[in-house]
Structure formats: C-alpha cells, structure tokens
C-alpha cells in the first residue's frame, strides 16, 4: 500500500513564477490536508480539502496561494507570482474518516520550494 | 500565538535510558494529541496518538500521557535507541463533524541518543 506521494520533491522557481505542487493521497484516504514548514519552525496547517471540496482554507496566505482535489487526480497546492519568503518545505498529509472526524494523518515526504 | 509548545528545542539522552519529550497547550478544546518522528528532507512519521478521554497510551517502547487539568503531555520513549535521534513534533486537533481535524504542531524537540 503506496504511502501519501508528493513531487516534485524539490522545486526552484525564479520571483514571480508559479509553482504547483502535487499530492496524492494514501489509498482509501479522502481527506488531505496541506502543511508548511518554514526554516527553523513547526509544521503550519494550510488548508483541508475532501474531493471537489475545500473545507477549512483558515491557513492560507489570502493572495496567491490557492488549493484544489477534483474528482480525479492528485491535489494540487498552487502558487502565483512566488516571492523568497515562500521557500519552505510543503507538507502534503492524508487521512480516513471515521465517525465524523480524522484521526491520524500520514504525511508525504514533502517538496521543498526554493525561489531565488 | 502558540497554542502547543515544545519548550525544550533539544535534548540529549544515553542509550538505554528513557527519554522524555514535553509539550503544553492552551487550548481546552483539544481533544486529540499525536506526536510525530522527523528525519530530515523527509515528511513527519505518525508515532503515537491519545484521545482527551484517556491519560496514557502505550504502543511498545513508546507511551504518551496525557493530563488535561494541566494541559500537558509528554512522550515516553524507553529504552533509547540511537535510532530514535530526531526531531519529535506534539501536535493536537479538535471537533467533530467536516470543520474538525487540523492538526496545531508545536515548534519541535530534536532528541539525539548517544551510543
């Protein structure tokens, strides 16, 4: 049973590009969540999304960043017009559903930005 | 605002003997606590999880407790091994139903066990 996937593993945009980051999710899990890490700093949750839905974006930069889960396909962590403070290692993670709530989630091995 | 703290950024241990990770929230309506093993360049490793219903949880060489009153919990690693050096996360969540289920880390405890 293939673990959470992330790739690219690292990634160097130039300021001002985009950069998408890709995540799939453990088998039979629906729920993924998306995490930062910055230098020196914990883990900080970004958003959670099931398919075709987002549903807590509480962590998300309001300019720039954006997220989706479509029907079919890997998640997607999308980043426009990148600055240097976007470097970070981004954490993909995956969960089931039981009884109305998550429990433990499995983490990618994450992809590390770096915008120079 | 830290809502779940690590106030120990290190710690150093024998092999052999037990190692303790601390963390604290603030938060009350915490109901699930997870710690996490970290390598570097790679992504957390779940360890170890307890619901706000038990006060300890116990999978092998590893036992967190839990105590609500004082809202804190601590991870129990006995023996220590030189491969559990890492950095170790706390993290928690809460509620139920679709809004539940982020989880809050703490800034992260780096254990080295020594040979």
């Known amino acids: 049973n293939a673990g959470v996937m992330q790739n690219p593993r690292h990634l160097v945009r130039r300021r001002g590009q985009e950069a998408r980051l890709r995540c799939s999710p453990m088998k039979g899990h629906s729920h993924v969540y998306w995490y930062r890490q910055l230098p020196e700093e914990g883990l900080k949750f970004m958003v959670y999304?099931?398919?075709?839905?987002?549903?807590?974006e509480s962590g998300m930069p309001k300019e720039r960043f954006s997220a989706e889960f479509p029907k079919e396909g890997p998640s997607i962590l999308r980043i426009q017009q990148v600055v240097r403070g976007d470097s970070a290692a981004y954490f993909c993670?995956?969960?089931?559903?039981?009884?109305?709530?998550?429990?433990?989630?499995?983490f990618g091995p994450g992809t590390r930005l770096t915008v120079t | 605002d830290q809502q779940v703290k690590q106030n120990s950024p290190s710690l150093s241990v024998q092999e052999g003997r037990i190692s303790i990770l601390n963390c604290d929230y603030t938060n009350s309506m915490f109901d699930y606590f997870l710690w996490y093993k970290k390598y570097p360049a790679e992504g957390p490793t779940f360890l170890i999880s307890?619901?706000?219903i038990k006060d300890k949880n116990e999978d092998g060489r590893f036992t967190v407790f839990l105590n609500k009153s004082a809202k804190h919990l601590s991870l129990h690693i006995v023996p220590s091994q030189p491969g559990d050096s890492a950095v170790y996360f706390c993290?928690?969540?809460w509620g139920t139903g679709d809004q539940g289920g982020k989880l809050i880390f703490g800034q992260g405890t780096e254990l080295s066990v020594k040979p």
């Open positions: 993670a995956s969960s089931p559903r039981v009884s109305g709530r998550s429990y433990e989630q499995y």
């Open positions: 993290a928690a969540s």
């Open positions: 307890i619901s706000s």
């Open positions: 999304l099931q398919k075709e839905n987002i549903i807590d």
